[in-house]
């Protein structure tokens, strides 16, 4: 599985406008919808809320995860979002979060939610892959910056 297949340049905001979790979510979601059209944004906004009700998504390292499941959903669905200022995310190190995956998956897929989940966890362990994506300037360059982190990720 490579983020490439399952994530748009124009899924990526470069700057988050939120101010908090919810808004944030709300701004990732919207990022998700503009591309499926079948998913309701209220309903993905809810099932996220419901996800973070469970424990906190902000992994640390300025790094958060939200994710979630819905059933209007063919395939897994990526957007990212980056606030440079940080923002409260309750997370795992109390630290402001900068950098958001959202991952969305269909219902039936827990088996590519959570490889994909991992995937992502993975890539951000890296310090250099994080700072990449603090200091693009542009979304082209986020991207970017993620499809050349996934081929190096993917080589034998």
Do not use: W
Not at 13 to 23: H, M, Q, R, T
Not at 72 to 95: E, N, T, V, W
Not at 102 to 108: F, W
Not at 129 to 148: C, S, W
């Amino acid at each position: 599985m490579k983020l490439s297949d399952i994530i748009t340049e124009d899924s990526i905001i470069s700057e988050l406008a939120a101010s908090d979790k919810k808004g944030v979510l709300e701004e990732l979601a919207q990022a998700i919808c503009n591309h499926a059209p079948t998913v309701d944004k209220s309903d993905l906004v809810r099932v996220l809320l419901e996800r973070e009700k469970l424990g906190s998504t902000g992994i640390g390292e300025g790094v958060a995860i939200p994710h979630g499941k819905i059933n209007s959903l063919s395939q897994p669905m990526i957007s990212f979002g980056r606030s440079k200022h940080g923002l409260d995310f309750d997370s795992m190190d109390a630290q402001p979060a900068h950098l958001f995956f959202l991952l969305v998956a269909p219902d039936s897929s827990a088996g590519l939610h959570l490889k994909t989940l991992a995937k992502i966890a993975r890539v951000l362990k890296s310090r250099a892959f994080r700072k990449k994506l603090m200091e693009a300037g542009t979304r082209e360059e986020i991207y970017e910056a993620i499809v050349k982190t996934d081929e190096q990720e993917n080589e034998p």
